[in-house]
């Protein structure tokens, strides 16, 4: 199960893939029991409440707050959780246009948070990234 760790094999290869479904971050309280009817696609708890990413529609029908449309892109490279850089690259790249990130990393994947309307632009530089000789 062990991920690709090579920095320049990482980029070269991350393929990223846009999904067409919108999400939020909302925060709800940490004992909070109206959330057991929520599918978080994930979620982290902090000590002010609980984070959860959410399907737009979904926080929407829950009447739940939020701030930003998220875009997800999800690079399908098999990323090992030991990989040094590989977001730290993606992070750079993103930010020299002005594009925030927000990264979650998971056992086979890395998932990129963007905001919807930059969505495409951010794809377009990570191909780009993808593209250039290595590091």
Known sequence: MAGETNL????????PMLHPTEYVFCSIPNQNPDSSSLEPLGWFRE???LTLILDRTEAE????????VFALITLTVHSSLEAVGFLAAIATRLASHGISVNPVSAVY?????????????????LHELSQQPTL
């Open 47 to 49: 000590a002010e409440g």
């Open 61 to 68: 029908a829950a009447g739940l707050p939020y701030d930003t």
């Open 8 to 15: 320049s094999k990482l980029l070269a290869t991350m393929q």
């Open 109 to 125: 994947h890395d998932h990129l948070f963007v905001p919807v309307a930059q969505a495409e632009t951010a794809l377009a530089l």
